[in-house]
Nanobody, 119 residues
Framework: QVQLVESGGGLVQAGGSLSLSCAAS????????LAWFRQPLGKEREFVAA??????NYADSVKGRFTISRDNAKNTLYLQMNSLKPEDTAVYYC??????????????WGQGTQVTVSS
């Protein structure tokens, strides 16, 4: 069983930055592919970024602005979000999956953290 706990959400003005963290309680943290998804109010959950063995994969909407990274020693996943836009407003979820990576094959989800970008 994997538990994921996100933190770092909040309110920020457009153009600002936020950094999200996801702490994982699992011994085999390094074996999982980790990702971030988000769900705007009233919309479906969507893929944001994933960190696979070949590097970071990003949704077109965040490419060049967001950076995903992980620290296996701390069992923590990060999402650095720069140049935030009002359309980035959503609940952000941390996710863990076994290989091979597919946004449709997530095994574990965090509880989510709210990010609100004001215009």
């Amino acid at each position: 069983q994997v538990q994921l706990v996100e933190s770092g959400g909040g309110l920020v003005q457009a153009g600002g930055s936020l950094s999200l963290s996801c702490a994982a309680s699992v011994r085999t943290f390094s074996r999982y592919i980790l990702a971030w998804f988000r769900q705007p109010l009233g919309k479906e959950r969507e893929f944001v970024a994933a960190l696979t063995w070949s590097g970071g994969n990003y949704a077109d909407s965040v490419k060049g602005r967001f950076t995903i990274s992980r620290d296996n020693a701390k069992n923590t996943l990060y999402l650095q979000m720069n140049s935030l836009k009002p359309e980035d407003t959503a609940v952000y979820y941390c996710a863990a999956a076994r290989a091979p990576w597919s946004p449709k094959n997530v095994d574990y989800w965090g509880q989510g953290t709210q990010v609100t970008v004001s215009s």
